[in-house]
C-alpha cells in the first residue's frame, strides 16, 4: 500500500486506556480476564482471548510510562533505550523488508517514520526514561539486558 496513514497508529489516543485500566486493574487483583488481540495489518481489534494473572505481569508498549493511573501501578519500570538509526533500521526491517506490517513500501514506510513516528516518539515515548527504575540499551547484546532487569528485580521486589 502506498501513500500516508494517518499518525494516529503511533499516537497514545489510539490507545483504549479506559479499557487498559480495567484489564490491569484485573491483573493486578490476580482476576483473569478477557483482552482483544489486534491485527497491525488490518489495524483492526482482532477475537478477544482470556489472559490469565501470574506472579509477574509485565506490562509492554511505548506508552506504558504515559498513563499516570497505569505507570503509578507499576512494581518497576524499564526503559529500553535504543538510539534513532537503530529504531529506524529494525522498523524497516520489520515493516518493509520481512513484511511483518501488511502495508508498507520503501517511500511510504520513510514518509511516515520522518513524518510522523519519530516525532512522536521524541514527544510522547522518549520522556518516560525519566520516570524508569531501570534503563537497558537496546543496542547491547541481550544478556547485559536481561542481567540489568534480573538485579532491578531482585532488589525492588525481593525476588530471585
Known amino acids: 500500500m502506498s501513500g500516508l496513514r494517518s499518525c494516529f497508529f503511533d499516537h497514545p489516543s489510539a490507545i483504549d486506556w479506559e479499557l487498559l485500566r480495567e484489564v490491569w486493574s484485573d491483573l493486578r487483583q490476580q482476576m483473569?480476564?478477557?483482552?482483544?488481540?489486534?491485527?497491525?495489518?488490518?489495524?483492526?481489534?482482532?477475537?478477544?482471548?482470556?489472559?490469565?494473572?501470574?506472579?509477574?505481569?509485565?506490562?509492554?508498549?511505548?506508552?506504558?510510562?504515559h498513563d499516570t493511573?497505569?505507570?503509578?501501578?507499576?512494581d518497576l519500570s524499564i526503559?529500553?533505550?535504543?538510539?534513532?538509526?537503530?529504531r529506524l533500521l529494525r522498523r524497516l526491517n520489520r515493516d518493509v523488508i520481512n513484511g511483518e506490517r501488511g502495508w508498507w513500501d520503501i517511500a511510504s514506510f520513510l514518509t511516515?517514520?520522518?513524518?510522523?513516528?519519530?516525532?512522536?516518539?521524541?514527544?510522547?515515548?522518549?520522556p518516560g526514561i525519566l520516570n524508569a527504575n531501570v534503563v537497558v540499551y537496546g543496542e547491547r547484546a541481550i544478556h547485559h539486558s536481561v542481567e540489568t532487569v534480573l538485579t532491578a528485580l531482585e532488589e525492588k521486589v525481593g525476588y530471585m
Request: aromatic share 18%.
Open 32 to 65: 483473569p480476564t478477557m483482552v482483544p488481540s489486534y491485527d497491525y495489518a488490518t489495524g483492526l481489534r482482532g477475537p478477544t482471548q482470556w489472559l490469565t494473572p501470574s506472579e509477574f505481569v509485565i506490562l509492554e508498549g511505548l506508552w506504558a510510562f
Open 79 to 86: 526503559y529500553v533505550d535504543t538510539p534513532p538509526d537503530i
Open 112 to 126: 511516515y517514520y520522518s513524518g510522523c513516528q519519530r516525532a512522536l516518539h521524541d514527544q510522547f515515548v522518549e
Open 69 to 74: 493511573h497505569i505507570f503509578s501501578a507499576l
